[in-house]
């Protein structure tokens, strides 16, 4: 068959899914592509992550015999067939060099308002892979877990990481509240790219802030531009406090970065309060909000 792949959302993120479809087809002998639309194919794979409020749907006519839509943006309920789901990407459909992409577990407990993983994936954390599924040697592992560290797994799965000799991004973040001197000594012996928290609400404070002064005292990284946490706005809290958050994190040496909740309706101030965040050189030359001028 002539297979043709279209990445919706095209946000210079390579989308899993759609590797794994291109190696499935390829093994099957099928001719692989990313969509070209002056073509005709047997069939065409639409993967889209996020809904209309990030991303369009694609407005072009697609000539093929058949059209399956999936992902997060369509549907929570749709699903990579088990023989391709645990099929080794095929990274050179994105021209990935060095890097290797996965999950080694799915689902979260935590069923935040603003998040569809539990929703999708089920409120266990369970393990759903080994690491060798998608890593081959690469220098650098982007690890897509939602909660890894909820997982009864989560320290074996993490000298599985540490044995690998990559260095992990653990991009969606590690919960914080959950972080134990156990795990921190499994993470200890990871080479870190990056570290990612989260402090999404106020309530939570008490946890958070135990779990990043642990981390802080006996965890192995102590660059804080390796020790990033999202700070979720726009959403339940005040400015108030979401200007407490990131001075509190600055304090401890932490790195923050403002995640905007819908951010077509974010007030100005929240939309600035982002900039001067996550602009690097203006955070760490410009010592409060309040001084920052835009």
Same mark, same amino acid.
């Given at each position: 068959?002539?297979?043709?792949?279209?990445?919706?959302?095209?946000?210079?993120?390579?989308?899993?899914?759609?590797?794994?479809?291109?190696?499935?087809? $390829?093994?099957?002998?099928?001719?692989?592509?990313?969509?070209? *639309?002056?073509?005709?194919?047997?069939?065409?794979?639409?993967?889209?992550?996020?809904?209309?409020? &990030? +991303?369009?749907?694609?407005?072009?006519?697609?000539?093929?015999?058949?059209?399956?839509?999936?992902?997060?943006?369509?549907?929570?309920?749709?699903?990579?067939?088990?023989?391709?789901?645990?099929?080794?990407?095929?990274?050179?459909?994105? *021209?990935?060099? *060095? #890097?290797? &992409?996965?999950?080694?577990?799915?689902?979260?407990? %935590?069923?935040?308002?603003?998040?569809?993983?539990? @929703?999708? @994936?089920? %409120?266990?954390? !369970?393990?759903?892979?080994?690491?060798? #599924? /998608?890593?081959?040697? !690469?220098?650098?592992?982007?690890?897509?877990?939602?909660?890894?560290?909820?997982?009864? =797994?989560?320290?074996?799965?993490?000298? !599985?990481?540490?044995?690998? *000799?990559? &260095?992990? =991004? /653990?991009?969606?973040?590690?919960?914080?509240?959950?972080?134990?001197?156990?795990?921190? $000594?499994?993470?200890?012996?990871?080479?870190?790219?990056?570290?990612?928290?989260?402090?999404? /609400?106020?309530?939570?404070?008490?946890?958070?802030?135990?779990?990043? @002064?642990?981390?802080?005292?006996?965890?192995?990284?102590?660059?804080?531009?390796?020790?990033?946490? &999202?700070?979720?706005?726009? /959403?339940?809290?005040?400015?108030?406090?979401?200007?407490?958050?990131? #001075? +509190?994190?600055?304090?401890?040496?932490?790195?923050?970065?403002?995640?905007?909740?819908?951010?077509?309706?974010?007030?100005?101030? +929240?939309?600035?309060? !982002?900039?001067?965040?996550?602009?690097?050189?203006?955070?760490?030359?410009?010592?409060?909000? @309040? $001084?920052?001028?835009?």
């Amino acid at each position: 068959m002539d297979i043709g792949l279209i990445d919706v959302d095209g946000h210079n993120w390579p989308n899993l899914a759609l590797m794994k479809l291109s190696a499935y087809h $390829k093994r099957c002998g099928d001719a692989v592509e990313m969509w070209n *639309g002056l073509k005709h194919y047997n069939r065409v794979y639409m993967s889209r992550v996020f809904d209309d409020t &990030y +991303t369009r749907d694609m407005p072009y006519c697609i000539s093929a015999d058949e059209i399956i839509r999936g992902g997060t943006g369509y549907d929570l309920k749709s699903r990579l067939p088990e023989e391709v789901e645990h099929v080794y990407p095929d990274y050179g459909l994105y *021209g990935v060099r *060095g #890097e290797a &992409y996965g999950y080694l577990t799915r689902g979260c407990p %935590r069923a935040c308002a603003f998040c569809i993983v539990s @929703e999708k @994936e089920g %409120r266990l954390s !369970q393990k759903v892979a080994d690491l060798n #599924e /998608f890593w081959r040697g !690469q220098r650098v592992i982007k690890l897509l877990d939602p909660n890894l560290l909820a997982s009864c =797994d989560a320290v074996a799965l993490l000298q !599985q990481l540490a044995e690998s *000799g990559a &260095y992990v =991004d /653990f991009t969606q973040g590690l919960d914080a509240r959950l972080l134990t001197p156990d795990n921190i $000594k499994a993470l200890n012996h990871v080479k870190i790219k990056m570290l990612h928290f989260a402090w999404d /609400f106020m309530n939570e404070t008490d946890a958070v802030l135990r779990g990043l @002064e642990l981390y802080a005292k006996i965890g192995a990284v102590k660059d804080e531009r390796k020790r990033r946490v &999202y700070v979720l706005t726009n /959403f339940d809290t005040a400015h108030s406090d979401d200007l407490y958050r990131v #001075e +509190t994190l600055r304090k401890m040496g932490y790195d923050p970065y403002v995640m905007i909740y819908n951010k077509p309706s974010a007030p100005r101030e +929240t939309r600035r309060l !982002q900039r001067y965040v996550n602009n690097k050189i203006i955070w760490r030359s410009c010592e409060s909000f @309040e $001084k920052y001028k835009d």
